[in-house]
């Protein structure tokens, strides 16, 4: 009998076990949410002792940020397929690219996604800059074949307007009608070298093309501080809509 106890407990905790060892199905039948907002109606929950704590590190990074480097005569604007603030990212990263890339460099690309702000007419301050570019994109040069310059082109006519320098582009209808770099048409047999980010280089944007590079030089420099350096250099800050990147209806 007592034999009998024991196998029986034993196979209880075996089933036990098997069961909750072995996956069963689930299957999500219904979902609540609740919409909270994040404004002054969460001030109560901010933990005071810790804002205190931070507030010395906040004043010198404010202090820091308020830094005037530039002036705007006017208002640099984002606005697609070709604004000028980006127009001057681009053109910034172009001649910085060509102080220290050591080969010929033929064009530059920034995407309209990186333009995080719009530059106000007035002084131009670090945090400006910071705004603009708070992220942590380094600088590379590809060297691409000219169909793939082509390819790139086509996407931006299906998608929009992006940064470019150094090269003009037309699209008509949603179609691309030209490609011209130092104001020749694109030959698709020929290289051209690239500067851009490293979070380009790796087709996000739907710019896939960028992948198919032949060659990538990479830098440890980082595009905010390429653009700090071009503000403090310009020191005033000039930027206007050309026609590098024309969508006609």
Not at 126 to 140: A, I, Q, R, T, Y
Request: proline residues 5%; contains cysteine; aromatic residues 8%.
């Amino acid at each position: 009998m007592r034999k009998l106890i024991l196998y029986s407990v034993f196979c209880i905790l075996y089933s036990v076990a098997f069961t909750a060892c072995t996956k069963q199905p689930v299957q999500v039948t219904s979902v609540t949410t609740e919409a909270l907002p994040v404004d002054a109606r969460a001030d109560g929950v901010q933990d005071a002792a810790y804002i205190a704590y931070l507030a010395p590190t906040k004043a010198d990074l404010e202090r820091e940020m308020n830094v005037q480097i530039g002036y705007a005569p006017e208002r640099l604007w984002v606005r697609e397929p070709e604004c000028p603030m980006l127009n001057w990212a681009t053109d910034a990263l172009w001649e910085a690219a060509k102080k220290v890339y050591p080969g010929k460099l033929n064009i530059a690309i920034v995407n309209m996604g990186g333009m995080r702000c719009e530059w106000p007419q007035g002084p131009i301050t670090k945090g400006h800059v910071f705004e603009l570019m708070p992220f942590d994109n380094h600088l590379v040069v590809l060297t691409l074949k000219g169909e793939d310059i082509i390819s790139l082109c086509e996407s931006f006519a299906q998608y929009g307007g992006q940064g470019v320098a150094g090269m003009r582009v037309t699209v008509i209808d949603g179609h691309l009608a030209d490609v011209q770099v130092g104001g020749k048409p694109v030959n698709p047999k020929a290289l051209y070298t690239v500067a851009t980010s490293d979070y380009l280089s790796g087709g996000t944007d739907h710019m896939d093309a960028l992948t198919r590079y032949v060659d990538c030089w990479k830098s440890d420099l980082l595009i905010r501080d390429l653009y700090l350096e071009a503000v403090q250099t310009q020191d005033t800050i000039r930027a206007a809509v050309d026609g590098r990147m024309t969508m006609k209806p």
